[in-house]
T-cell receptor, first 117, second 111 residues
């Protein structure tokens, strides 16, 4: 079946503009995660959705970042008033459940490469 | 705060040689994951280690977990060029879903 898809694959924007990044998880996966990967760095957890529960936003770096997940499927990560330090690859992942023991493998999308000029 | 450290950060090795990548973490966890990332690509799951003493092997890669030492190793046997990539370990704290990733080990296998 199809894997996790993300769009756009690349985004160049000007400082101060808003951007929206989209993630389509694997069908049937109830858990969805957003991460940020800066150049040459590891992955930084941003936010987690599990089904229709309230998301865990504890990893969002500032109030300029927000995310929603509609109908328990597609998710959008929005960055308002972008700054140059927001430039990174934004990765989305999904897993079958993610709750309880949380041991299920996370499957990653190809990422969106964001460049803020 | 859970911290995950990998070493080495960079590794250049000749084809045919063996080497080990280390992943240390700072708090109790029974679950550790290894991922591979090719340049410009996303992460691919390699191994899921779910208990102390777990050992998994796939081709030239073998991963093990020692939860008492809070250490996982990824051993490379007789390296080939196709193994060139960045390898990440990740840990989730018991009972949660948050992965904390190591900084990655960038492996280059020279022909």
């Amino acid at each position: 079946g199809a894997g996790v898809s993300q769009s756009p694959s690349n985004k160049v924007t000007e400082k101060g503009k808003d951007v929206e990044l989209r993630c389509d998880p694997i069908s049937g996966h109830t858990a969805l995660y957003w991460y940020r990967q800066s150049l040459g760095q590891g992955l930084e957890f941003l936010i987690y959705f599990q089904g229709n529960s309230a998301p865990d936003k504890s990893g969002l770096p500032s109030d300029r970042f927000s995310a929603e997940r509609t109908g328990g499927s597609v998710s959008t990560l929005t960055i308002q008033r972008t700054q140059q330090e927001d430039s990174a690859v934004y990765l989305c992942a999904s897993s079958f459940s993610g709750g309880g023991g949380g041991w299920e493998t996370q499957y990653f999308g190809p990422g969106t490469r964001l460049l803020v000029l | 705060e859970l911290k995950v450290e990998q070493n080495p950060l960079f590794l250049s090795m000749q084809e045919g040689k063996n080497y080990t990548i280390y992943c240390n973490y700072s708090t109790t966890s029974d679950r550790l994951y290894w991922y591979r990332q090719d340049p410009g690509k996303s992460l691919e799951s390699l191994f899921v280690l779910l208990s102390n003493g777990a050992v998994k092997q796939e081709g030239r890669l073998m991963a093990s977990l020692d939860t008492k030492a809070r250490l996982s190793t990824l051993h490379i046997t007789a390296a080939v060029h196709d193994l060139s990539a960045t390898y990440f370990c990740a840990v989730d704290t018991s009972g949660t879903y948050k992965y904390i990733f190591g900084t990655g080990t960038r492996l280059k296998v020279l022909a």
